[in-house]
């Protein structure tokens, strides 16, 4: 779900962030749609009227890393299209038939 507003995505962002702690695979995807799209947001400073926010997107690119991390560590769906990493060579130098 990509979130069309920086509020919206800040609000998934603190809804998501105890995926950890609540031990939710679900909760980590979310995070990291929410830092995703967080990243896309900033601007190093956004002025509107009497409001002047800034954001570093650097905050959430590491905290974005973290999540994937932990989230392809935890969830069998996103290691299991991915290669496991050993490779395995035949060797039939000594076969008889």
Partial sequence: MA???YTAA???YFANAGYMVDNSTTK???FIEACV???GFCT???E????RVE???TKYEKRLEHAMSWWQANDS???SSRPSGSIKHADFREFRA
């Fill in 10 to 12: 800040r609000a998934a």
């Fill in 55 to 57: 954001d570093d997107p």
């Fill in 48 to 51: 509107s009227g009497d409001n």
């Fill in 37 to 39: 799209d967080l990243i």
């Fill in 3 to 5: 979130y069309t507003t």
């Fill in 77 to 79: 769906s996103a290691t």
């Fill in 44 to 46: 190093k400073a956004s």
């Fill in 28 to 30: 980590a995807k979310a």
